[in-house]
């Protein structure tokens, strides 16, 4: 167990469930394809859950809680219902709190999606990517446009209101006309929340063993990125961080939480937790995470303690994320004032919008926010 102060009040919570159908190329987030392992695993999980409780419980007053993998969909509705339950033996929710799962729509099916809506899980986020058969290929999918449509379907017909969906941009097999059509598809469906990332290379995949080139151009990257801003404003989801989109209302709490550093608790494999100042995350590798829980109820790797300076710029970062943008009051005044006097310099002066108590990327400083980050953390 991590070092830090087991009084710490978490109203958000993470599981991690690490399984997939497969392993897409591109994704670096910890998942196995090993379903001999799900029995174990849910023991394993389940043992976590309830260790946690007894440290800093009861979990009381929760907002949030996000279910993510891997696609947790793929596990076995008996699995599925085992760990929920114990989630609702030690967790109690505020009115009207979020509870959020991840799917991929191959693993979608009216009989799972009822397991989670009876749980209380009320928002669905759907990993579908792209609405072209070719750009799935691309990205190592195993699902189809047409399954992409139908696992909407299913989810409204299984009662989700609230319908997420991912979807990817700046593949090297991608055309802005395509783009477009992915585009225009999603919001055909009349989704409320729609994230849309550019393609980035992580070290550890087989997209960056292979050598080959992925992406596209920085610029047609920008530029696809301007087409969504645009269209999604015009129809009626606005951006409230860079990669996200939602219809008023329906902006993912759990991730504003995580983007504003209030304190969250992770659950299952590489699962990473946060009170502040200090991070602790999990054993990165099934069995040694099912190992490390069996002896002492906890699957804790590493953690570390950030600086003063560490945090201010993590605030930095993920205020400039948002398009409420980083708050004064956020930031030491001494601090706020180098920003402030940074952000009104000549280098900045159309990238950044200033008043007296916020600094905002403009729609220009959008396309160039890891550079204008860097700057304002000088």
């Known amino acids: 167990m ?10 958000h919570l993470y599981l991690h469930l690490p399984f997939c159908e497969s392993l897409c190329p591109y994704c670096d987030f910890y998942s196995v394809t090993d379903t001999e392992g799900m029995t174990r695993f849910t023991r394993s999980i ?85 609405f ?26 299984a009662g989700f209101d609230n319908v997420s969906v991912d979807l990817m941009f700046g593949m090297a097999v991608q055309t802005e006309k ?21 393609l980035t290379v992580e070290g550890d995949t087989a997209f960056a063993h292979s050598g080959d080139d992925h992406c596209l151009d920085d610029d047609t990257v920008a530029q696809m990125l301007t087409m969504v801003r645009i269209y ?32 969250y608790l992770g659950f299952g494999p590489s699962a990473h937790s946060s009170s502040g100042n200090h991070r602790w995350w999990n054993v990165g590798d099934l069995n040694g995470y099912c190992s490390n829980v069996a002896e002492t109820g906890s699957a804790t790797a590493s953690e570390e303690i950030l600086g003063d300076s560490e945090v201010e710029d993590e605030l930095i970062m993920l205020g400039l ?42 729609e220009q400083g959008v396309l160039l926010a890891d550079a204008v980050t860097y700057r304002l953390m000088a």
């Open 321 to 362: 994320r948002l398009s409420e943008g980083l708050s004064a009051t956020n930031l030491p005044q001494a601090r706020w004032q180098r920003v402030e006097e940074l952000a009104r310099g000549s280098a900045l002066r159309s990238l950044v919008d200033v008043d007296m108590s916020r600094v905002r990327l403009t």
């Open 2 to 11: 991590p070092l830090h102060n087991p009084k710490t009040a978490f109203k």
């Open 46 to 130: 389940v043992q976590e859950i309830d260790t946690a409780a007894i440290r800093y419980g009861p979990f009381c007053d929760v907002e949030t809680m996000f279910i993510g993998g891997g696609t947790p969909t793929f596990l076995p509705p008996g699995d599925l219902e085992t760990i929920l339950d114990t989630i609702h033996a030690n967790v109690a929710f505020t009115p009207g709190a979020e509870i959020t799962t991840e799917a991929n729509p191959e693993s979608v099916s009216l009989e799972t999606l009822q397991i989670f809506q009876a749980a209380g899980v009320n928002r669905l986020n759907l990993g579908v990517q792209s």
């Open 132 to 157: 072209d058969d070719g750009e799935l290929e691309f990205l190592g999918r195993i699902h189809s446009s047409a399954r992409a449509v139908e696992a909407v379907e299913i989810a409204r017909q």
């Open 178 to 198: 395509s783009w477009q059509t992915s585009l225009t598809q999603a919001l055909s469906l009349g989704v409320e929340h729609i994230s849309a990332y550019a």
């Open 232 to 263: 999604f404003g015009e129809k009626g989801l606005k951006p409230y961080e860079l990669s996200n989109y939602a219809r008023p209302g329906c902006e993912c709490r759990h991730n504003l939480g995580c983007w504003r550093r209030k304190p």
